[in-house]
């Protein structure tokens, strides 16, 4: 059925949550750079309301593709390895880096990545591509290994303790998880263990609608069109 004429289509998109300072929800509010950027396009697509639900990042891309979410908010541009997406254009750019333990890389000189890091162990969130598919490649090969989680807070601090080595993520990210695990308890000095070792690259940030969840929805075609033209605007 048809919204009646004026009315408010609503769109509901997943974020992972804890992401802070990019994603997170605060006192049941949606904040961070992602949501920020998000409602400054929404601006100009005044007959939208987005609505953010946040889960796990693993959960987060299940819902999106088996169709259950219109899409996810902030992916990176991954068309081959996520077919059941369709890209918006970039409304965000953020610089993905390495962080590792102090006392795991002792001695260590790091120039290439992935290829200077074998040996090590890396955790990072199920479901999340930013290591690429070299860093992948590798953890087939056995050359680096690799601890899964839900929660980047917990391999964070996995990586303070040494369990694992080094985790890769915005730095920001990084910067404040380990900010809010020393607000939990852990001691100061433990946040000294941290170390930025080499930035990847620059990523684009998107939403990756459901190509699934708009078999049944056409107006979400007609918003990811609006959405795109609005971003240039």
């Not at 769109?11 to 750079?33: D, T, W």
């Not at 989680?149 to 380990?178: R, T, Y």
Request: charged share 25%; net charge neutral.
């Amino acid at each position: 059925m048809a919204p009646a004429a004026g009315a408010e289509i609503t769109i509901v998109l997943y974020s992972e949550a804890g992401q802070r300072p990019l994603s997170f929800e605060e006192n049941g509010v949606p904040r961070g750079a992602y949501i920020e950027n998000l409602r400054r396009v929404l601006r100009r697509m005044p007959e939208y309301k987005v609505q953010i639900r946040f889960a796990s990042w693993a959960r987060t891309v299940e819902e999106a593709r088996n169709g259950n979410s219109a899409g996810i908010l902030g992916v990176y541009y991954r068309p081959n390895d996520r077919p059941f997406l369709n890209h918006s254009k970039a409304f965000y750019t953020e610089e993905v880096a390495v962080h590792c333990n102090r006392d795991s890389i002792e001695g260590r000189t790091f120039r290439n990545y992935p290829e200077d890091f074998a040996g090590l162990r890396f955790g990072n969130q199920r479901g999340y591509l930013a290591p690429g598919k070299p860093f992948f490649q590798m953890v087939a090969d056995g050359r680096i290994g690799l601890v899964e989680g839900h929660e980047f807070h917990d391999l964070v601090k996995k990586m303070l303790v040494q369990e694992i080595d080094c985790v890769v993520n915005p730095s920001v990210v990084i910067n404040e998880a380990l900010i809010a695990l020393e607000a939990q308890g852990i001691p100061e000095r433990m946040r000294y263990k941290s170390r930025r070792v080499l930035t990847i690259r620059n990523e684009t940030v998107h939403i990756g609608f459901s190509k699934k969840y708009e078999e049944s929805h056409p107006e979400l075609a007609r918003f990811r069109q609006l959405f795109d033209k609005a971003v240039d605007e």
